[in-house]
């Protein structure tokens, strides 16, 4: 669901199909009948936005099934590894009891000095919180703070330790988890789920089936998903939606099984592990904001650190990041330099800031490697970019972003004239990706060295260059500088020039060794000693580590594991440990401690991982010298769990980190090591998956009175330029979902350029349906204009039963959709599909809602 | 000399990427058609439309649709067949098409005098003129790569291993094991072009199909050009040419007549 795999990720969909001849079957749930869907065993049509229905669906069905109430197999997972017997704060109300908001719903107000979050609404989340015991006694964090304790920071974390959560194992408690999310789903029945996505009643009752049957001790069911599932205005919610389901399932940390995010680029998951995001710091550390309690290190540290989980490092990962950023200047009476570090001032996303463009504050932009004039609200993107005084293209071609002011669509039918737009335009020639050294960070967190294999024509550099003497430059400008705001840019360690007699791969170039070498982290004292992996992290500045989650990809000076290709020997089980290096400790399945039973022992033969080896002779601690007990975790992955903790360890009374968890806790990163059904923290927009309808639809919530979700963003709101239809407006009746095609790539940079590629999809098209078709008086390949409230677009059309009309609510409602790859540049062009999508979005990580809205189709 | 390689095309796997195409125009150095500026074809995904001199690989889309998301869509690629018995060889005039020690079938580009004869003579449509080349031309099976061991260039960029190259012996069994399996699951799947003793000998480039010929393109029944030979000559040829080349075609025409008459 929500990712149409043998399109977008074929190569990857090469194992799917492996799986397939070994007899596993595939399902595709999509509003398209897509080449994912011809290969599968079964297709089921959804209308676009209702994934959380037909998840919750499958949740109710799954627990009021005979199967899982009669396999024991699923309580003793659920009982012990999530945290259904946890019991909820009283005062919680459910979406049941507020006719579709939770507890604790408030207004949001924009702040002056950056009003561009777009939040709807905020939650205060105080009632989704665990009913507690009282805490221990010990240390209070206020005063541990104003009196600077530490490093070590254990104090400080161990001050953050809350009272014991309440439990009921018998799941009976009314205000448990279980029966609050049993109470949740209750009205998700087979029958909602056919009104509401439009998907036939006995095909959906035919995956809850086949799902049921293909998990349990011996089997495992997967769900792959990709970008389908995080364009929406609750798409977090989704994936959240289908871990929960899986969690019940028991198919979580263990082999075959899981919730599988499908990447789109290369290294898309490099870019978000060592961040091009704005709103966290290298391996997933929440950048310090100016909204939150960061005003200082150990505030920092108070309000980001889970005591009680593998994040109670933190202070270790945090601190050992910053003596990366700032170097020697990074010292224990100075914080590390903290008070240095920049810190947000709220939604930095793109849309944010290209809403606070269009209002003309932002002067410059640096655009590497996208596309935005074809991107999100394409018109509205492009107005936002004429307000800007400089911007910087670095790409391979003049793509469209790097013509807009002379070839744009407004600029060709007079609605802008070229005079008026004062932005000056710089435009850097780019290599491609076989022109230099560096690494991929796929979608399994796997990371693989490459060399370069090509020399890059012309003036072409790379984009480690551009950042590289960007870096030096600026800091030669701003070396003379008293000024307070630029010494933490003239204190930034900034050294990976190759070592004298390394000859550069083009002149200028840095070592791209020396970053990979920086983000692994070493001894301070001696940057040669690298760390072997992230246990070895320090709180007082004696190692230096940019990104935590990457420790011990190169954990000697010549050991670059991520450069290692070496299979497993066919027909041996195995997770090809040797094969590149992924994050977390080369570890390929998470979580993966909740693939052994609470002994310790594998579920079942067939599904063995890793396990629990009691008899395993331990050597002594190298350290200590002491004698480490018999017993180790073993198999065929890296255990996700302290390598020699017996699965009947208690927690440590006082213990923080790992030491807080039994040896029976395998999700090692939650406060209390349980899969979370219920969320009681992280998300802004409410502690259980939620049907809302998209920003833009044509039927009223059938669930609920609150039609859409409470707490989502829309950003510049009621401006010209950011239009949207209101519910069920007749002059835009249909379901528009935007797509890639296995032909291009994205916004088509890197296929609409090249010959080979333009010749296999040669133009912009719409798919629609043979009714809508009949209906319209449109004939296969005759032009269309489709239109939304954001501006219309010109393309053919492609009419066939792969798409079609559902019956939603009672209504019948056509679906159609556009692949989004085309623009007026390169060899194969086409309109701004995106200038149809709008600047709406995810609450908690801001991404638009490009996979539905609504439209109006007619024949040109 | 090796023994017999091709390829086993099995379309139940294909998920239509169209890798081959663009694996074999990069190893063969083939250009677009008008250098990609095209228009859309309207026929599904398919945008290429057939085998040419520049299409050496070809993706088929085929929609079996009896209403909205009720039917299935089918994909293939498609390739020159490297017939055991290849009208192509059979009517080139200057001996440009050869058999290979790896029993396929290739154009020597540099004795090809562009008479068209083989474009007819292929029951499957598989070759063309190279307008670049001014010559015919279709797969090699990557000829230059099986000469230094490598496998042909679409094969090794197909990502589910619909497109699978090997000895064809090897090929055929696992193509029997597929069918066997699919068959067992219900699926009406057959071979086409698996059979030595069906129509041309076999074919050395061979599929797995779940529907009949006709619906991917491909002829039930294909003919050489030999059996046409009696009837379009006897008007304007002299008999005793005719009869010198109906007795070299006979001995051909025998082992045909052995053969039963479809490849389904």
């Known amino acids: ?860 | 000399m090796p023994e017999a390689m091709g390829f086993f095309t099995d379309t139940t796997v294909c998920i239509g990427c169209k890798a081959c195409e663009v694996a074999c125009k990069e190893w063969n150095q083939l250009p677009a058609e008008n250098g990609g500026i095209r228009e859309l074809s309207g026929d599904s995904y398919d945008n290429t439309r057939r085998l040419d001199g520049i299409h050496w690989r070809h993706v088929r889309f085929i929609e079996q649709f009896s209403g909205p998301y009720n039917g299935r869509w089918l994909m293939m690629s498609d390739v020159c067949k490297h017939c055991v018995q290849a009208g192509c060889i059979e009517v080139c005039p200057t001996g440009a098409i050869i058999r290979t020690e790896f029993d396929t079938v290739v154009i020597q580009s540099d004795v090809c005098n562009g008479c068209r004869a083989c474009i007819s003579a292929c029951p499957f449509g598989v070759i063309d003129i190279n307008a670049v080349a001014g010559t015919a031309q279709k797969c090699t099976l990557c000829y230059d790569r099986l000469k230094v061991g490598l496998e042909p260039a679409c094969a090794k960029a197909c990502p589910t291993d619909s497109i699978q190259f090997g000895p064809i012996t090897e090929l055929r069994a696992r193509a029997q094991k597929r069918k066997d399996q699919l068959r067992a699951q219900g699926v009406e799947a057959q071979l086409y072009g698996a059979d030595p003793q069906g129509p041309l000998g076999g074919l050395n480039s061979f599929y797995l199909l779940v529907d009949e010929p006709e619906v991917y393109g491909l002829p039930r029944n294909p003919k050489l050009p030999s059996r046409n030979l009696k009837q379009s000559t006897s008007f304007s040829v002299a008999s005793a040419a005719v009869l010198g080349v109906l007795a070299l075609v006979g001995l051909r025409k025998r082992r045909m007549d052995e053969q039963p008459p479809s490849l389904s």
């Open chain 1, 1 to 860: 669901m929500g990712s149409n795999m043998a399109e977008c990720h074929p190569v990857a969909f090469r194992w799917p199909m492996k799986a397939k001849l070994n007899g596993a079957k595939l399902i595709h749930v999509d509003p398209r009948f897509t080449r994912t869907s011809a290969v599968s065993d079964l297709h089921v049509p959804i209308r676009a936005g209702s994934d959380i229905a037909f998840l919750g669906g499958l949740i109710n069905y799954v627990i009021h099934s005979k199967r899982w109430n009669a396999d024991p197999f699923f309580k003793e997972f659920v009982v012990n590894y999530t945290n259904a017997a946890t019991i909820i704060n009283p005062e919680f109300k459910d979406t049941e009891d507020m006719d579709g908001v939770f507890s604790g719903l408030a207004t949001f107000a924009e702040p002056q000095f950056w009003p561009y979050n777009g939040l709807l609404g905020r939650y205060d989340a105080a009632t989704w919180q665990y009913q507690r015991g009282p805490k221990a006694p010990g240390p209070v964090t206020k005063d541990l703070i104003a009196r600077r304790a530490g490093p070590p920071f254990d104090d400080l974390v161990r001050s953050l330790k809350p009272g014991p959560a309440e439990k009921d194992p018998t799941l009976q408690h009314p205000h448990c988890v279980f029966q609050i999310l049993k109470h949740h789903f209750s009205r998700y029945t087979p029958e909602m789920v056919e009104q509401v996505c439009g998907s036939p009643k006995e095909k959906f009752i035919k995956v809850a089936e086949m799902l049921l049957e293909n998990s349990g001790r011996d089997r495992t069911s997967a769900f792959a998903y990709a970008v389908a599932w995080t364009q929406h205005t609750y798409g977090v919610q989704m994936i959240g939606c289908c871990a929960l389901l899986q969690l019940l399932l028991g198919n979580i940390g263990r082999p075959g099984a899981g919730v599988m995010a499908l990447r789109g680029h290369a290294a898309i998951q490099g870019s978000t592990d060592v961040p091009t995001l704005y709103h966290s710091i290298h391996g997933y550390m929440n950048a310090p904001s100016a909204l939150r309690p960061h005003e200082t290190l150990r505030d920092y540290m108070a309000a980001e650190t889970s005591p009680t989980s593998y994040y109670g490092n933190l202070p270790k990962f945090l601190v050992s990041y910053l003596k990366s950023v700032y170097g020697p200047a990074a010292t224990a009476e100075n914080d590390f330099g903290y008070d240095w570090h920049p810190k947000i001032l709220g939604d930095h996303s793109h849309i944010a800031t290209f809403a606070a463009m269009a209002e003309g504050k932002v002067k410059g932009m640096v655009c590497v490697g996208q596309n935005p004039a074809t991107s999100l609200n394409g018109s509205a993107t492009r107005l936002a970019m004429r307000e800007l005084e400089w911007m910087v293209v670095k790409d391979n071609w003049l793509t469209e972003t790097a013509t807009h002011w002379y070839l744009g669509p407004e600029v060709k039918d007079g609605a802008v004239k070229v005079g008026d737009i004062k932005t000056e335009i710089f435009f850097f020639p780019s290599t491609q990706i076989a022109e230099y050294d560096g690494s991929f960070t796929n979608t399994q967190r796997m990371l693989q060295w490459h060399s370069k294999a090509s020399d890059a024509p012309g003036d072409c550099r790379t984009d480690t260059w551009f950042y590289h003497n960007l870096a030096k430059r600026l800091k030669k400008a701003y070396a003379g500088s008293k000024l307070s705001r630029d010494q933490g840019w003239n204190n930034v360690l900034w050294a990976f020039d190759p070592d004298p007699g390394v000859k550069p791969i083009y002149p200028g170039e840095p070592d791209a060794l020396k970053i990979l070498r920086e983000i692994n982290g070493y001894q301070t004292a001696d940057p040669k000693q690298h760390l072997k992996g992230f246990a070895e992290l320090k709180d007082d500045g004696s190692t230096t580590c940019a990104s935590w989650i990457y420790c011990g990809c190169f954990p000697a000076w010549d050991q670059n594991l991520t450069a290692r290709r070496e299979p497993d020997p066919p027909g041996v089980p195995g997770a090809h440990l040797k094969w590149g290096w992924a994050w977390p400790a080369n570890r390929r399945v998470m979580y993966n401690r909740a693939s052994a039973d609470l002994k310790g022992n594998p579920w079942s033969e067939r599904k063995r991982w890793v396990w629990w080896d009691a008899s395993f002779v331990n050597p002594p601690d190298p350290k200590t010298g002491k004698v480490v007990p018999r017993g180790k975790w073993v198999g065929y992955d890296v255990p996700d769990c302290g390598a020699t903790k017996a699965p009947d360890a208690k927690p440590k009374p006082d213990g923080i980190g790992l030491d807080a968890l039994s040896g029976a806790q395998p999700f090692i990163m939650r406060a209390d090591g349980k899969g979370w059904l219920f969320v009681p923290a992280g998300l802004v927009d409410g502690p259980l998956p939620t049907h809302y309808e998209p920003h833009e639809s044509p039927v009223k919530n059938l669930l609920y009175k609150q039609q859409s979700s409470p707490v989502h963003k829309l950003w510049a709101p009621g401006k010209p330029y950011n239009q949207i239809a209101a519910v069920g407006d007749p002059k835009f009746p249909y379901v528009i979902s935007t797509y890639r095609l296995t032909e291009h790539y994205l916004a088509g940079a890197m296929s609409r350029w090249l010959p080979w590629l333009s010749e296999l999809q040669p133009e912009l098209f719409i798919e629609l349906g043979k009714d809508l078709a009949r209906e319209k008086g449109i004939r296969n390949l005759d032009w269309v204009i489709i239109t939304s409230p954001r501006g219309h677009v010109r393309a053919k059309a492609l009419v066939t039963d792969r798409i079609g009309v559902m019956n939603v609510a009672g209504k019948r409602i056509h679906h159609v959709g556009m692949p989004w790859h085309w623009g007026w540049m390169g060899l194969s062009t086409g309109d701004v599909v995106n200038d149809l999508t709008s600047w709406v979005g995810d609450p908690n990580v801001s991404i638009h809602e490009g996979k539905a809205f609504v439209c109006n189709v007619e024949r040109a």
